[in-house]
Every structure is written in structure tokens, then in C-alpha cells.
T-cell receptor, first 112, second 117 residues
Framework: RKEVEQDPGPFNVPEGATVAFNCTYSNSASQSFFWYRQDCRKEPKLLMSVYSSGNEDGRFTAQLNRASQYISLLIRDSKLSDSATYLCVVTVIYNQGGKLIFGQGTELSVKP | DTEVTQTPKHLVMGMTNKKSLKCEQHMGHRAMYWYKQKAKKPPELMFVYSYEKLSINESVPSRFSPECPNSSLLNLHLHALQPEDSALYLC????????????????FGPGTRLTVL
């Protein structure tokens, strides 16, 4: 079983749609949680950190359920510019340092 | 300034060449990372430097040799690479490698696209 699993995608949605991404993680010692966005042939960019209380940034809402080891990202009123691969990421801290564990990514394509 | 810079942007090298990738950050971050990313796959961690010391090596072959000359710079020395090492090499930094929460937020450089012939 992969340490971080995401919806396989791709998601093809029209502009204005609401789209939800789901992610589960297997290591209960995971400490920090993030959504990154990666455009084709570019580096991953931090979209938002995810907290147990949930957090919202404009059209984006992220939720974390530690009991279920589940993370979600909701995008409302999707724009063409939201087309990208969305990576669910958790941090596991070891004595030597922390590692980001990436999910496989979910590709989103927003069409006019 | 939340920028991580990497040079070169592109690199083509033969299997007998020696080259180096460079990474720089001026955010005062104390943790720096090298990742390798193949097409359609997520980044794979290679090395973690914490306070200029190598803290994690993910069993990377010795033909990849990291170096951290100071807290702002990270190099990756390449020697006798194989064609399967062709990939995007990403550098990242974070405030800290061990503390949790926002201290682990990693900021990535644009990467070096490496082709080994």
C-alpha cells in the first residue's frame, strides 16, 4: 500500500465547476499536511497547508481528519488556470529530519 | 523573498562527464533537499541537509554526491551517470527539517532538466 494515496484522475471539468480531491495516508505519525500544485514541466508550488480545523483560501478549502487519516481539497468556481496536477503531501519526522511523502498526484483539466 | 534558484536550467552530459548542479536560497532556511522527478511521477527524495549537515540519504547511488558549502548553497555533483538518471532535479528548502507544521513547508526551485546520453 502506498504511504499517500490520491484519486487517480484525471479530472476533466467545465469552468465554474466545483471539484474535490481526496487523499489518504497510512503513517499515523505524519505531522504536517500540504497540497502542492504542479504545472506541466514546472516545479511543485505550495498551494496550502492543511490543519485539523480546516482552512480556506479564496476558492480553495482544505480539510484534515486525523482519525480517518484523510485529507481533502475543494476547489470552487474552477478557472482555466486551475488546470494542473495536485499533489497531496504529508511530512513524517524522523530523528534525522523530516521527509515529504508525496501522493501520485491528480491531474485536473478545466475546460471552457 | 521566497525564491529558490537553481543552475543550470538544462544540462546534457555524457556518461563519462563530471558536472555539478547548484541551488541557492536566501530565506534563512536551515534545511535543504534534493529531489529527482521523472515524467508523470511525483518527486522522489534523494538527500536532506539540516544545518549544513547531511541528515538523510535515501540510498542514492554514489555517482550522486551532495555538498552543502554554507547555509544558503547546496550542490549536487554528478559523475559517471547512466541514461536512466535523466530526470528533473529539484532543490527545495524549508525553515527546519525536524520541527513540524509550517516549518516543514518546502519551497522548490525551478529544477535542472538533466539528459544523460
Amino acid at each position: 500500500r502506498k504511504e499517500v494515496e490520491q484519486d487517480p484522475g484525471p479530472f476533466n471539468v467545465p469552468e465554474g465547476a466545483t471539484v474535490a480531491f481526496n487523499c489518504t495516508y497510512s503513517n499515523s505519525a505524519s505531522q504536517s499536511f500540504f497540497w502542492y500544485r504542479q504545472d506541466c514541466r514546472k516545479e511543485p508550488k505550495l498551494l496550502m497547508s492543511v490543519y485539523s480545523s480546516g482552512n480556506e483560501d479564496g476558492r480553495f478549502t482544505a480539510q484534515l481528519n486525523r482519525a480517518s487519516q484523510y485529507i481533502s481539497l475543494l476547489i470552487r468556481d474552477s478557472k482555466l488556470s486551475d488546470s494542473a496536477t495536485y499533489l497531496c503531501v504529508v511530512t513524517v519526522i524522523y530523528n534525522q529530519g523530516g521527509k515529504l511523502i508525496f501522493g501520485q498526484g491528480t491531474e485536473l483539466s478545466v475546460k471552457p | 523573498d521566497t525564491e529558490v534558484t537553481q543552475t543550470p536550467k538544462h544540462l546534457v552530459m555524457g556518461m563519462t562527464n563530471k558536472k555539478s548542479l547548484k541551488c541557492e536560497q536566501h530565506m534563512g532556511h536551515r534545511a535543504m533537499y534534493w529531489y529527482k522527478q521523472k515524467a508523470k511521477k511525483p518527486p522522489e527524495l534523494m538527500f536532506v541537509y539540516s544545518y549544513e549537515k547531511l541528515s538523510i540519504n535515501e540510498s542514492v547511488p554514489s555517482r550522486f554526491s551532495p555538498e552543502c558549502p554554507n547555509s544558503s548553497l547546496l550542490n549536487l555533483h554528478l559523475h559517471a551517470l547512466q541514461p536512466e538518471d535523466s530526470a528533473l532535479y529539484l532543490c527545495a528548502s524549508s525553515q527546519d527539517a525536524v520541527a513540524g507544521g509550517s516549518y516543514n513547508e518546502q519551497f522548490f526551485g525551478p529544477g535542472t532538466r538533466l539528459t544523460v546520453l
